[in-house]
């Protein structure tokens, strides 16, 4: 759509990722004349947000996360109407920790009292559903049943269409060079200036590069993910791939991180089987950054496939790059600017935003147009890290 320069809209949403993209999506359905920027060519894979797969799972230690997934199964099966495109997959999702891990105590004790579907699996009743998994005595585990693999690519694409078909205006290749923050904000990108009332920043990995010019520092880190893709020793043999649900493991094999598999729809017959962290990068130059005493993801990857699962090669087939931006504490950025009430802000969701997204697109319209959200907010606040 043709779009003068200097044109006015309520609200400008700055980063056409899955977060923007939501957002503007939120405020096109509260009538309010939207413009999506994005500073590269859509779609593309600089940001966090590309893909095929992302796990969805309400199987959260912290119960917030857990309350606040229920409405968003329910915005994804409203996208899925809309759009007619399926989303969602229900696999179930199993978490294997060792036992007494607090992390997975708390991950029980949500799904039961919140009455979610879910149950604890034997080491007996595993090794008879899923024999290509080697626990390690003394592992435990529990099945979010309602788990799943959400579409990744495929939802953006959905939601950017829905947003366009609302009146929605995206403009790809742009990037923001200049806000002037006012009561009417000015936003200056390579080719063009535009105004609003409203400014949401969804930036991503860039995001502090955004904020810095409006006086604001928050502590994110940009991370670079290493996405591994594994394949069987022999085609079929490990059931893997096969009615396998998706997982998360915690602390496994003597490590402290996390690691989560899932059958891949990006390379049908390899498994996608990733380290849950990354070493500090620049979003630009993230394959320039190789630098000594790194995490080495790949190599605890490795380790586990070994142990866990040894019907894969131990080294990954194919690998490929993403970014998270993540909090100290790894929960999201969704505030007001705390200088400027009309610039709102979501950022830092450290590598586990995506199944949040179409609730995180209501709630940061929400705090854009001055409705009241449903839910606390206090983890989201800026505050908490200047109190700490
Ligand atoms: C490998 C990997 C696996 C993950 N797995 C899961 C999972 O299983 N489940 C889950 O829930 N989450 C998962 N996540 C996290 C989830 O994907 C992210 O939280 C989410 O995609 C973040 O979206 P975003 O919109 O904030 O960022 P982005 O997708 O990076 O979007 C920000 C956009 O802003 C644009 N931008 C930045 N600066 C400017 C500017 N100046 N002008 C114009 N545009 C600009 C960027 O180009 C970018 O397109 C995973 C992430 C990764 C990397």
Redesign the pocket.
């Known amino acids: 759509m043709a779009v003068p320069s200097r044109a006015m809209f309520d609200c400008i949403v ?8 939501f957002t503007a999506y939120h405020l096109a359905k509260n009538h309010k004349k939207t413009l999506l ?4 060519p859509l779609p ?1 894979s ?6 095929q ?4 799972r309400r199987a959260y230690a912290e119960a917030f996360y857990t309350n606040m997934m229920e409405e968003s199964y329910q915005l994804w099966a409203d996208l899925e109407k809309e759009s007619g495109i399926k989303l969602y997959r229900k696999t179930g999702l199993l978490v294997i920790a060792p036992s007494g891990n607090e992390e997975f105590e708390m991950v029980c004790k949500n799904m039961e009292e919140r009455h979610i579907s879910w149950h604890t699996l034997t080491q007996e009743q595993c090794k008879q559903k899923y024999p290509g998994l080697c626990l390690k005595p003394g592992d435990v585990v529990c099945c979010d049943n309602e788990g799943g693999i ?1 579409s ?1 690519d495929k939802a953006l694409r959905a939601v950017q269409e829905q947003f366009q078909k609302m009146g929605g205006v995206i403009r790809d290749g ?4 200049h806000i002037q923050p006012g009561p009417v904000v000015t936003v200056t ?1 390579t080719s063009s200036v535009f105004e609003a009332e409203k400014l949401v920043i ?6 502090q ?2 904020l810095g010019p409006l006086g604001l520092e928050l502590p994110l880190k940009t991370l670079r ?1 290493n ?1 591994c893709y594994w394949k069987e020793k022999i085609p079929g043999k490990s059931g893997l791939l096969q009615n396998f649900p998706t997982f998360l493991g915690i602390e496994l094999n003597g490590e402290e991180h996390e690691v ?1 598999g ?1 059958s891949s729809q990006e390379y049908p017959g390899l498994l996608k089987i ?1 380290f849950h962290g990354g070493n500090e990068a620049d ?1 630009e130059e993230r394959e320039l950054q190789e630098k000594p005493n790194q995490i080495q993801d790949i190599q605890i990857l490795c380790n586990f496939i070994s142990e866990y699962l040894p019907d894969l090669h131990p080294k990954p087939a194919v690998v490929e790059q ?4 993540s909090t100290p504490d790894c929960n999201f950025i969704l505030d007001h600017h705390p200088l400027h009430r009309n610039i709102v802000i ?2 830092g ?9 179409p609730l995180v697109g209501k709630i940061l319209c929400e705090l854009s147009i001055g409705k009241q959200p449903l839910y606390d907010l206090k983890p989201f606040r800026i505050t908490r890290f200047k109190s700490k």
């Open positions: 700055l980063g056409a990722g899955i977060q923007g993209s920027l994005e500073q590269f593309h600089r940001g966090s947000s590309h893909g797969t992302r796990l969805i959400l990744a742009e990037k923001v060079k990108t969804t930036a991503g990995p860039w995001a590069k955004v993910i996405v989560y899932l990733c979003p993403c970014m998270y931006t979501g950022s969701f450290s590598g586990h935003g995506f199944k949040l997204s």
